[in-house]
């Protein structure tokens, strides 16, 4: 089955942007759409979004698309590092391709 797994940023939530509307969209073709929620600002690190989609790595197979946005195409490239899997696609979003100089986030 077709899936995809769309990862929000930081600040973010699955309800927000144009998340719903693409969930909406690719449940009308058939397809399986997950949008985990990962906490943020509160409590978020690696480690704590890594808990978070601990649940969904069994659905990582060739028939998968990552959507990611913001911190989201990060954290799907460190999730594709990790995985012994090879995906469908992934569409990296407004991520950002260095440091941020914030020590919050960098």
Known sequence: MKT????HGTYGSPNENWF???KVELKKIGWRVFTPKFPTPKN???ATWLEAFAEYE???NEDTIFVGHSL???FIL???EQANAKIQ???????FTG???NPTFD
């Open 72 to 74: 989201g195409p990060a």
């Open 58 to 60: 069994q659905y990582i």
């Open 78 to 80: 460190r999730i594709l």
């Open 99 to 101: 440091l941020l100089n």
């Open 4 to 7: 995809c797994i769309i990862i």
């Open 89 to 95: 696609s992934a569409y990296l979003i407004s991520g």
């Open 44 to 46: 978020q690190s690696l």
């Open 20 to 22: 719903p509307w693409l």
